[in-house]
Nanobody, 115 residues
């Protein structure tokens, strides 16, 4: 069982930055993938970024060059640094962990970008 708790969401103006944090209850070194997903109103949940156990990263095309995912093994934390935010980034952001055979989700944190 892995519990994930997100923090760091909020309201920011377009062009601004936010850093999301995800605290995991398990050693993240044992987790195959950790990532961030988002869901905007009326849209499906989509992958934003993820990192695997050997720190290989994957990003959605829409956030490449603006967002950076990172892991802190000592603190069992995963971060999402979001720069140059646009209103299209407005969504609930969810932390995700894949520890086979199960997938775990946080409760989500709201990010709102005003124009």
């Amino acid at each position: 069982q892995v519990q994930l708790v997100e923090s760091g969401g909020g309201l920011v103006q377009a062009g601004g930055s936010l850093r999301l944090s995800c605290a995991a209850s398990a050693r993240i070194s044992s987790i195959h993938y950790m990532g961030w997903y988002r869901q905007a109103p009326g849209k499906q949940r989509e992958l934003v970024a993820r990192v695997n156990s050997v720190t290989s990263t994957q990003y959605a095309d829409s956030v490449k060059g603006r967002f950076t995912i990172s892991r802190d093994y000592a603190k069992n934390m995963v971060y999402l640094q979001m720069n140059s935010l646009t209103p299209e980034d407005t969504a609930v952001y969810y932390c995700n962990a894949y520890l086979p055979p199960r997938e775990y989700w946080g409760q989500g944190t709201q990010v709102t970008v005003s124009s």
